[in-house]
Structures are given as C-alpha cells and as structure tokens.
C-alpha cells in the first residue's frame, strides 16, 4: 500500500492577486511591442552588414586583411548577441510584469534608465537615420511602458498581496 508523503498538516493556500489593470495590460503589450521592433533592429543591422569590412578599413586603415576579418566577427558576433539578449528582457519583463511581480517593474525601469544612457550615445553620434530611428523608436516604446507600470492602480496590483 502506498502513502502520501505527509505534509505536516499544513495546507498553504497562496492568496489569489487581484486583477491585472488596464494600465499594466498596457505597459505588457508595449513591452512585447518593444521586443518586435528589436527583432527588426536586429535583422536589419543582420541585412546591413555587408558594409562593415569597408567601414572598418575607413576607421582603421593599418590593419591587415586578417584583423580586419577578425573585427568584422567580433562586431558581428556582438551585434547579435546584444539584439538576443535586448530582445529576451523584452520578453522576459513583459511575462514577470504581467503575473504582478514588483522586483520586474524595478529591473525593467533599471532597463530603461540603461536605454536612456545608450540613447544619449546615439545622440551624439548618429550614423545612419536607421541606426536613429530604431534606438529613439524602442526607448519611447520603453517610455511608455514605464509610465504604465507607475500609475496609481498598477503599483496597487504590485503591492505583496495579504493572506
């Protein structure tokens, strides 16, 4: 005969989180909006890149053919794996923020405060309007969802809910 495992006795029922406002309903689809228009980003910047050997020479005419090629990776290799990686807290953050978790709301807006520094970068020294228009389109993506996530009803559905 086999036996449950004991539970010693104690049924713990975790409270139940009231309702996803609208606001944060908000703030979710423009986190997933935000991680679209990076997937785009980062396939165009993947379609571009053809031109970077030449823009490499134009910056550094010394070097031999084989460091060239070994930038070129390396900016390659980055370019992608800062798209993946911008694009899963995009994902990340929308799913933890729409189940009400209060520390995805603080790291998306450590996030943001992080895009509003890269953004300050691009600024200064725009390239291309593609290398512009991306950028400033996923911080004002970032913005927004930003002032969802502190309106007075969504930091009511982030507060630790009672039992």
Sequence with gaps: MVQPYPSGGKNVIEPER???????????????AGAAVSTVSLIISLISIGGTKSEIHKQRPGLSATQVHQLEVLIIGLAVVSGLV?????????????QGRNWARIFSSVLFGLATIDLYG????????IGL??????????LGAI?????????AFFRPVQP
């Design 122 to 129: 691009v600024l200064r020294e725009p390239k291309t309007v």
């Design 133 to 142: 228009v991306f950028p400033v389109l996923t911080w004002l993506i970032g």
């Design 86 to 98: 911008g694009i899963g807290l995009w994902l990340w953050m929308a799913q933890k923020t729409g």
């Design 147 to 155: 002032i969802l996530l502190y309106q007075k009803e969504s930091t």
């Design 18 to 32: 009231p309702p996803e406002p609208v606001s944060v309903q908000r703030a979710v689809r423009l986190m997933y």
